[in-house]
């Protein structure tokens, strides 16, 4: 008897699945439309939070793959996918990229290539958000006016582990890994495997 209703709630609940990632993704479309987002086809598990400011662009290839929140990984950390992008500011994800409770908070510019990975709760920041001066900090208005902000770019088929934090200017190159939990403050070149806080080489991608 325990194994007839042990397969009973597993149907039940793989139907209540799937039709609970269609109702995601009509829902997805309405946010995307709402925030003028230009965008290709899509998958989502649960609902992304996405803010376009005005005079902002958010731009999203063909096969992009959402999972929001505890239903769409549950590893631990999670939220819904972030996509903020600031007035005058520019986010580009390519084709083929899957995202998972990931933030990407665009202040001026972040290129996210073809085939790229962003494991759970991966941050990407273009800006250090806040003014260096503790003095001018006193100052919303001027604190504001002072953040240092640079474009960030993940090369093709990049893949950024787990609850890592990628700053502003970085680049990654294309192939590359980056370990769970770094936090990356240069530049990694192609084909190299990095991790730490703060990321350091690993070593050569093999093959």
């Given at each position: 008897?325990k194994r007839?209703l042990?397969?009973a709630?597993?149907?039940?609940?793989?139907?209540?699945?799937v039709?609970?990632?269609k109702?995601?993704?009509?829902?997805?479309?309405?946010v995307?439309a709402?925030?003028?987002?230009?965008?290709?086809s899509?998958?989502?598990?649960?609902?992304?939070?996405?803010s376009?400011?005005?005079?902002?662009?958010?731009?999203?290839?063909?096969?992009?793959?959402l999972?929001n929140?505890?239903?769409?990984n549950?590893?631990?950390?999670?939220?819904?996918c972030?996509?903020?992008?600031?007035?005058?500011?520019?986010?580009s994800?390519?084709?083929?990229v899957?995202?998972?409770?990931?933030a990407?908070?665009?202040?001026f510019?972040?290129?996210?290539?073809?085939?790229v990975k962003?494991g759970g709760?991966?941050c990407?920041y273009?800006?250090?958000f806040?003014?260096?001066?503790?003095?001018?900090?006193r100052?919303?208005s001027?604190?504001?006016?002072?953040?240092v902000g640079?474009?960030?770019?993940?090369?093709?088929?990049?893949?950024?582990g787990?609850h890592?934090?990628?700053?502003?200017?970085?680049?990654?190159?294309?192939?590359?890994?980056v370990?769970?939990?770094?936090v990356?403050?240069?530049?990694?070149p192609?084909?190299?495997?990095?991790?730490?806080?703060?990321?350091?080489?690993?070593?050569?991608?093999?093959?």
């Open positions: 008897m007839y042990s397969l709630y597993k149907a039940l609940r793989r139907v209540w699945v039709l609970d990632n109702f995601d993704n009509v829902w997805c479309r309405w995307f709402r925030e003028n987002v230009r965008h290709g899509f998958h989502t598990c649960g609902i992304p939070f996405v376009v400011a005005r005079g902002g662009e958010c731009m999203l290839g063909d096969g992009l793959r999972n929140g505890l239903k769409g549950p590893i631990g950390r999670t939220q819904p972030i996509l903020f992008v600031d007035g005058g500011a520019r986010l994800i390519g084709r083929n899957g995202l998972s409770s990931t990407l908070i665009a202040h510019s972040i290129c996210i290539e073809d085939d962003l709760g991966v990407v273009d800006t250090d806040h003014s260096l001066d503790p003095r001018i900090r100052d919303p001027a604190d504001r006016a002072d953040r640079k474009e960030v770019v993940i090369g093709r088929n990049a893949f950024v787990a890592s934090t990628i700053l502003k200017g970085v680049r990654i190159g294309a192939d590359s890994i370990g769970a939990c770094s990356v403050t240069k530049d990694i192609p084909g190299e495997i990095w991790a730490g806080n703060p990321a350091k080489f690993i070593r050569r991608i093999e093959g």
